[in-house]
């Protein structure tokens, strides 16, 4: 509260009392009960303050002062402050509006007023309340793995903000207290993600700000799919592997590294690897190594590319996925085909229903 030509802070009651002087003598005051102690106002920052004080008679002779100086002596206002004004909404009313409360004007006021005998005073202290506010929080960091974490988020408020920290997981652990630092140990892959930091009082809506932590760590194979395939079709190996920053991907039969050529062609997206034969033949079927790699380490995992069939099976082609047959109908192999382990014939014969289903030949020729 700025006041003008204010004189010494000794001298206030003096200079008070000899203002007072110069006013028109009155009545005794019956406003504010000057045997109590010092009363309190709350105020929100920003909100308007009325401090109350009545007198008995409008000829009393009344003014406002605080900490910093003289506010109003009688009707003359010493503050050069526009905030401030008097609220007189009847004759005995002498009550100080400060409007926009803000964190300075916090303090002691005083209403003074002379009677026959000697000065009274009351006082009031005008508490400002203030909104939590963050004013600082850490950065997003990047981490390796095992590394001990310190996040950092300081607020203001008055009264003092309570700091929450907040892991944002399904199921995230809140670590609440008055500290504004949250120290993590040996970070593991699993404390990554987003951590959140509330200020909150009483005062109004907590303010909340995050910061996002990245663990670095090796990559670990999660999944290595082998699979199955006939000759003349196609056939995929997949390799997913877990890792921060994201893996590379390699491909390699025995010792020599697999290009996308000759049939091969690799897809790698993220986390995710395949290997894709467009026409396989006899010599695809075998071993397959998948390894992925990133700055922090290597791993690797064997998959298999199987036949679809057993030794000696072979498929023949048909006319459709299935073959439909009335009774008494007999189905007719290719007289290269020798099923005699099965049926000691080259034909199958549909003799009743129970022959309906799935039949493989095992053909020692083909081997």
């Not at 995230?172 to 909150?200: N, V």
């Amino acid at each position: 509260m700025v006041a003008r030509a204010q004189p010494d802070r000794k001298q206030l009651p003096l200079v008070l009392l000899r203002l007072l002087c110069l006013l028109p003598t009155g009545l005794p005051v019956r406003s504010v009960d000057f045997t109590r102690g010092t009363d309190n106002i709350t105020v929100r920052q920003g909100d308007t303050a009325i401090l109350r004080c009545y007198v008995e008679d409008r000829s009393s002779k009344v003014a406002w002062l605080n900490r910093s100086g003289i506010i109003f002596a009688g009707e003359d206002k010493w503050s050069l402050d526009p905030r401030v004004e008097l609220e007189k909404r009847n004759p005995l009313e002498y009550s100080l509006r400060i409007q926009k409360v803000d964190v300075y004007d916090e303090g002691s006021y005083t209403c003074s007023v002379q009677t026959q005998h000697h000065p009274k005073t009351s006082q009031v202290y005008l508490i400002v309340q203030v909104p939590p506010k963050i004013s600082n929080i850490s950065s997003d960091i990047t981490v390796n793995e095992g590394s001990n974490v310190t996040l950092v988020c300081m607020a203001n408020g008055r009264p003092e903000p309570v700091i929450t920290w907040r892991h944002l997981t399904p199921t995230g652990r809140e670590f609440e207290g008055e500290e504004e630092y949250l120290e993590i140990l040996g970070i593991t892959r699993e404390q990554s993600g987003k951590y959140e930091c509330k200020a909150a009082n009483e005062v109004a809506s907590a303010d909340v700000k995050q910061v996002r932590v990245t663990v670095n760590y090796p990559p670990t194979i999660t999944e290595s799919k082998s699979n199955e395939a006939a000759t003349g079709r196609q056939a995929l190996l997949r390799c997913e592997a877990s890792a921060v920053p994201t893996p590379d991907f390699e491909w390699y039969r025995d010792d020599t590294r697999i290009n996308s050529a000759n049939g091969l062609e690799i897809k790698s997206t993220g986390s995710q690897s395949l290997l894709m034969v467009a026409n396989v033949t006899e010599e695809h079927y075998g071993n397959y190594t998948c390894v992925a790699a990133n700055k922090l380490g290597v791993t690797n995992a064997s998959l298999y590319l199987y036949s679809k069939y057993g030794r000696g099976e072979r498929e023949f082609p048909m006319p459709g996925p299935k073959l439909e047959l009335d009774l008494d109908h007999t189905l007719l192999l290719p007289p290269e085909i020798d099923c005699s382990r099965m049926t000691h014939s080259h034909q199958w014969t549909h003799k009743h229903k129970s022959d309906l289903g799935l039949y493989s030949c095992d053909s020692p020729k083909l081997n």
